[in-house]
């Protein structure tokens, strides 16, 4: 707030006051104006004001802001985090992540703020989500309007970044404890794309509108779906939420557009299971392809920032073909239980090119693509139909609630309760989209394996209380992690409740990954109270952000939880789970009002696990280059020259690139000769460039990477060569050294 304390600062907010007077003035006297006044800045408040016309296309003015920033942690080396499959451990990077923050604000009541952080991570969680908000602290004075109450931290659900960075044991499991990179990465990275937005904070326009995207997504769990009611069914035409939302961010100063964020559920699972290259998986594409198509956008201002966000993705999949044997008999699983000859382990989803794995035209970049190009036609077509966001300001609430026996009343009367959390038999089945996580066959739980955290944990796995298997019914329980705390708590009992309003949009941020029903009765639960509770006189406008803030598995109706598919065994709280967040969201709705001052009381703070966590993921001893070679010398070299289509491969003896995640910069680089320099063309942003590193000599610490780039259709034709930047870290002192290797030159035509 200290930024309102400046003088300047108090002549900003004068003028803030001073432009809605006019415009109050305006409204009265009704001078019309010339209809040049199409992109007024905020110099021209007067005129821009008095055009009704003008205000109805526009709504109200909010302060706005974007950024963006790396979180690219180590990208080997260290289990990925999604499928929580103990095999899954980076080899390379194939596009770098990042935190995308979009922050909206009252223009006449500056504390009146959120930050929606989009990150392209597996999910938001409680350990990041500390970090970021003591980073947040960190940055002094002008930040002290964020806080618990209002920043989200929202995972866009891709299961192809690095893990180790999660507050509760049982997600650790799998990557070996908590591993400070990793997780500091991802912290630094979302606090400086705040900062960013932060600095960024212009008076501006919110608008909103919707597309249906097809093709994009299937249910994954229709058996489960099926058992909501039909009459209920009978009101939607899918069996997933195919509407996209997009909320265009444009400032006044010269009607330029900042950035964009849309919600569409899709599991970010087109990277299977088997793929070992750092990405963003489908959402990471489409950012990635809608960023760039903006670059050289006249409507644009620098720097456009797109993000993809995650909404009710619980029984969503980007396996469209449907989910299949591989067994050899070409036969799709049981609808049932997604089983081939009775076992789970051979049933796969297949995307639109199943067939092509692990390479940059896949699945995943095509399920990008068709989230981008009707996220693009919608922005190109905003002007005529968007509407605007206006009125009643911006609000945000926040609080954690104990889920362990919370007693509510369902509409009807009916008393129930939530649980302490547990899993189910069938969380060990997996998902068509990935087999078992964690290294559980199904119906054998204790099987001590491989995994060296699980015999130190084993013993610890207790049963459960049988007020707890009476209140879970009918799950069986696998794992009642809620009422295990040994060495530190499993998972999460102690969950965020949060929302956020600015004018008519409402936003529902889940800790869950809340499937299409669920969704779609919890949005519809606050669109009636909104307007029962007159928190807004317009149509309002509900989206759910989630996996986000915690992880909290999923959410499924009481329907979807007494058939205990992957998605109802995953429902840690028990069959009322669903009722309990919309009793709890739509029971604190008032503190969205726009004369609200105040918000509810915080309850009690959940563990912060970040420094009691195990680490079994050891640190880089050294790097050596192989004997009589050095770092960076290129071992095979490009072919002279290819046409374009072909894959360049160039390798180099590398070093391990966890020495330095070289954030907001690049391991790779495609160069091209243009008048006679090497101009950087592609980096580690893109798409078609990828790095894979592999270890030679464990004792001896050598290494080599390979630099490959999928040259696109539409490549230019040229003279290239191919850049790679390392960092080498020595024996003893530890200390660590960039270098850098560069291929010979080719032709591609
Ligand atoms: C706080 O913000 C003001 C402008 O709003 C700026 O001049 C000042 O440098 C900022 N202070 C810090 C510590 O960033
Ligand atoms: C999306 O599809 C639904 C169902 O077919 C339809 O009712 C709706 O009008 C469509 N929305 C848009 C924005 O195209
Ligand atoms: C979706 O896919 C089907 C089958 O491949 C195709 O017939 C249809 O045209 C596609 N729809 C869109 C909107 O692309
Ligand atoms: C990864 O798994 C899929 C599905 O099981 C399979 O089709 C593909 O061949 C595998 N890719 C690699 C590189 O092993
Ligand atoms: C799975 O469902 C099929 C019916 O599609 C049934 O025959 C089979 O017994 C079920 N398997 C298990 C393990 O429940
Ligand atoms: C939530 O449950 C409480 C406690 O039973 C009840 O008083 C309240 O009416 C419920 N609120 C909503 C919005 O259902
Ligand atoms: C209230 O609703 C719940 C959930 O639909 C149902 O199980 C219960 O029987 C209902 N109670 C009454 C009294 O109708
Ligand atoms: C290029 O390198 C990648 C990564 O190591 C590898 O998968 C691919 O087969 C190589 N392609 C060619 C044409 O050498
Ligand atoms: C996994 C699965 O069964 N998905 C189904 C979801 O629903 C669509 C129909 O809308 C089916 O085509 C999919 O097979």
């Given at each position: 707030?200290?930024?309102?304390?400046?003088?300047?600062?108090?002549?900003?907010?004068?003028?803030?006051l001073a432009?809605?007077?006019?415009f109050?003035?305006?409204?009265?006297?009704n001078?019309?104006?010339?209809?040049?006044?199409?992109?007024?800045?905020?110099?021209?408040?007067?005129?821009?004001?008095s055009?009704?016309?003008?205000?109805?296309a526009?709504g109200?003015?909010?302060?706005?802001?974007?950024?963006k920033?790396d979180i690219?942690?180590?990208?080997?080396?260290?289990?990925?985090?999604?499928y929580?499959s103990?095999?899954?451990v980076?080899?390379?990077?194939?596009?770098?992540?990042?935190?995308?923050?979009?922050?909206?604000?009252?223009?006449?009541?500056p504390?009146?703020r959120?930050?929606?952080?989009n990150?392209?991570t597996?999910?938001?969680?409680?350990?990041?989500?500390?970090?970021?908000?003591?980073?947040?602290a960190a940055?002094?004075?002008?930040?002290?309007?964020?806080?618990?109450?209002?920043?989200?931290v929202?995972?866009?659900?891709q299961?192809?970044?690095?893990?180790?960075y999660?507050n509760?044991?049982?997600?650790?499991?799998?990557?070996?404890?908590?591993?400070?990179?990793?997780?500091?990465a991802?912290?630094?990275?979302?606090?400086?794309?705040?900062k960013?937005?932060?600095e960024?904070?212009?008076?501006?326009?919110?608008s909103?509108?919707?597309t249906?995207?097809?093709?994009?997504?299937i249910?994954?769990?229709?058996?489960?779906?099926l058992?909501?009611?039909?009459?209920?069914?009978?009101?939607?035409?899918?069996?997933?939420?195919k509407?996209?939302?997009m909320?265009?961010?444009?400032?006044a100063?010269?009607?330029?557009?900042?950035?964009?964020?849309?919600?569409?559920?899709v599991?970010?699972t087109s990277m299977?299971e088997?793929?070992?290259h750092?990405?963003?998986d489908n959402?990471?594409?489409?950012?990635?392809?809608?960023?760039?198509?903006?670059?050289?956008?006249?409507?644009?201002?620098?720097?456009?920032?797109?993000?993809?966000?995650?909404?009710?993705?619980?029984?969503?999949?980007?396996?469209?073909l449907?989910a299949?044997?591989?067994?050899?008999?070409?036969q799709?699983?049981?609808?049932?239980?997604?089983?081939c000859?009775g076992?789970?382990?051979?049933?796969?989803?297949?995307?639109?090119?199943?067939?092509?794995?692990?390479?940059?035209?896949?699945?995943c970049?095509?399920?990008g693509?068709r989230?981008?190009?009707?996220?693009?036609?919608?922005?190109?077509?905003?002007d005529?139909?968007?509407?605007?966001?206006?009125?009643?300001?911006?609000?945000?609430?926040?609080?954690?609630?104990?889920?362990q026996?919370?007693?509510?009343?369902?509409?009807?009367?009916?008393?129930?309760?939530?649980?302490?959390?547990?899993?189910?038999?069938?969380?060990?089945?997996?998902?068509?989209?990935?087999?078992?996580?964690?290294?559980?066959?199904?119906?054998?739980?204790?099987?001590?394996?491989?995994?060296?955290?699980?015999?130190?944990?084993?013993?610890?796995?207790?049963?459960?209380?049988?007020?707890?298997?009476?209140?879970?019914?009918?799950?069986?329980i696998l794992?009642?992690?809620?009422?295990?705390?040994?060495p530190?708590?499993?998972?999460?009992?102690?969950?965020?409740?949060?929302?956020?309003?600015?004018?008519?949009?409402?936003m529902?941020?889940?800790?869950?990954?809340?499937?299409?029903?669920?969704?779609?009765?919890?949005?519809?639960?606050?669109?009636?109270a909104?307007?029962?509770?007159?928190?807004?006189?317009q149509e309002?406008?509900?989206?759910?952000?989630?996996?986000?803030?915690t992880?909290?598995?999923?959410?499924?109706?009481?329907?979807?939880?007494?058939?205990?598919?992957?998605?109802?065994?995953?429902?840690?709280y028990?069959?009322?789970?669903l009722p309990?967040?919309?009793?709890?969201?739509?029971?604190n709705?008032?503190?969205?009002?726009a004369?609200?001052?105040?918000?509810?009381p915080?309850?009690?703070?959940?563990?912060?696990?970040?420094k009691?966590?195990?680490?079994?993921?050891?640190?880089?001893?050294?790097?050596?280059?192989?004997?009589?070679k050095?770092?960076g010398?290129v071992?095979?070299?490009?072919?002279?020259?290819y046409?374009?289509?072909?894959?360049?491969?160039?390798?180099?003896?590398?070093?391990?690139?966890?020495?330095?995640?070289?954030?907001?910069?690049t391991?790779?680089?495609?160069e091209?000769?243009?008048n006679g320099?090497?101009v950087?063309?592609?980096?580690d942003?893109?798409?078609?460039?990828?790095?894979?590193?592999?270890?030679d000599?464990?004792?001896?610490?050598?290494?080599?990477?390979?630099?490959?780039?999928?040259?696109?259709?539409?490549?230019?034709?040229?003279?290239?060569?191919?850049?790679?930047?390392?960092d080498?870290?020595?024996?003893?002192?530890?200390s660590?050294?960039p270098?850098?290797?560069?291929s010979?030159?080719?032709?591609?035509?």
């Amino acid at each position: 707030m200290a930024e309102f304390g400046s003088i300047r600062a108090r002549w900003t907010m004068l003028l803030a006051l001073a432009s809605i007077l006019l415009f109050l003035f305006a409204l009265l006297v009704n001078t019309e104006l010339p209809r040049e006044n199409i992109r007024p800045s905020r110099f021209q408040t007067k005129q821009r004001l008095s055009d009704k016309a003008e205000r109805a296309a526009q709504g109200d003015q909010y302060l706005l802001g974007v950024g963006k920033a790396d979180i690219t942690g180590p990208v080997v080396e260290i289990n990925f985090m999604g499928y929580a499959s103990a095999a899954q451990v980076g080899t390379g990077l194939r596009q770098r992540i990042f935190a995308r923050a979009f922050i909206v604000g009252d223009v006449a009541k500056p504390t009146d703020r959120f930050i929606y952080l989009n990150i392209d991570t597996s999910c938001g969680d409680t350990a990041i989500r500390n970090g970021i908000l003591e980073g947040i602290a960190a940055l002094g004075s002008n930040y002290t309007a964020y806080g618990q109450q209002n920043v989200a931290v929202v995972g866009t659900h891709q299961h192809s970044g690095p893990g180790a960075y999660m507050n509760y044991l049982l997600p650790q499991v799998t990557s070996l404890g908590f591993d400070p990179q990793s997780y500091q990465a991802i912290v630094d990275g979302s606090v400086l794309a705040v900062k960013r937005a932060h600095e960024a904070l212009t008076p501006g326009y919110l608008s909103i509108a919707t597309t249906n995207v097809t093709n994009a997504s299937i249910n994954r769990s229709l058996y489960a779906y099926l058992a909501n009611p039909a009459e209920e069914r009978a009101q939607y035409e899918d069996d997933v939420e195919k509407l996209m939302t997009m909320m265009r961010f444009q400032r006044a100063s010269d009607g330029k557009n900042m950035g964009g964020m849309t919600w569409f559920p899709v599991h970010g699972t087109s990277m299977l299971e088997n793929n070992t290259h750092v990405s963003g998986d489908n959402k990471g594409v489409a950012q990635y392809l809608f960023e760039k198509s903006m670059v050289d956008d006249t409507s644009a201002a620098d720097g456009f920032v797109a993000a993809f966000s995650q909404a009710s993705v619980g029984d969503t999949t980007p396996n469209v073909l449907g989910a299949y044997c591989d067994d050899g008999s070409g036969q799709m699983c049981t609808l049932e239980n997604s089983t081939c000859s009775g076992t789970a382990a051979t049933c796969h989803g297949r995307g639109p090119f199943f067939d092509k794995v692990d390479l940059g035209v896949s699945s995943c970049y095509e399920i990008g693509k068709r989230q981008f190009q009707p996220a693009r036609s919608l922005y190109d077509s905003f002007d005529s139909i968007a509407t605007p966001v206006s009125s009643n300001g911006v609000k945000a609430f926040h609080f954690f609630q104990d889920m362990q026996y919370f007693n509510f009343q369902l509409p009807n009367g009916t008393a129930v309760q939530t649980c302490p959390a547990s899993l189910g038999y069938s969380f060990a089945a997996g998902t068509t989209d990935g087999p078992g996580p964690f290294d559980f066959t199904q119906n054998d739980p204790n099987k001590p394996n491989a995994n060296p955290l699980w015999p130190l944990v084993s013993h610890l796995i207790r049963s459960p209380s049988p007020e707890q298997v009476e209140c879970q019914k009918p799950k069986p329980i696998l794992l009642d992690v809620g009422e295990m705390d040994i060495p530190y708590a499993w998972s999460p009992n102690l969950v965020d409740i949060q929302m956020f309003r600015v004018g008519q949009m409402f936003m529902i941020i889940s800790p869950s990954e809340v499937t299409t029903m669920s969704g779609r009765r919890w949005k519809s639960a606050i669109a009636a109270a909104a307007k029962s509770q007159g928190i807004t006189t317009q149509e309002p406008m509900v989206v759910i952000g989630s996996p986000a803030n915690t992880y909290a598995h999923y959410l499924t109706t009481p329907e979807e939880y007494g058939i205990q598919r992957y998605e109802g065994a995953s429902t840690l709280y028990g069959p009322w789970e669903l009722p309990a967040y919309i009793n709890l969201t739509v029971s604190n709705l008032k503190y969205l009002a726009a004369s609200s001052t105040q918000g509810p009381p915080q309850g009690t703070l959940p563990p912060d696990n970040r420094k009691n966590s195990l680490n079994l993921n050891t640190g880089v001893v050294m790097d050596n280059p192989p004997i009589s070679k050095s770092f960076g010398q290129v071992l095979t070299q490009p072919n002279p020259r290819y046409s374009r289509g072909a894959v360049v491969n160039a390798t180099f003896v590398g070093a391990n690139p966890r020495n330095n995640l070289r954030l907001e910069g690049t391991f790779t680089a495609v160069e091209q000769l243009q008048n006679g320099n090497w101009v950087q063309v592609r980096n580690d942003w893109d798409w078609f460039l990828s790095m894979t590193w592999t270890r030679d000599d464990p004792v001896l610490g050598s290494s080599h990477v390979v630099l490959s780039w999928e040259t696109e259709q539409d490549a230019e034709a040229g003279t290239y060569r191919l850049h790679y930047y390392g960092d080498a870290k020595a024996f003893v002192s530890g200390s660590i050294t960039p270098f850098e290797g560069i291929s010979n030159s080719f032709m591609l035509s």
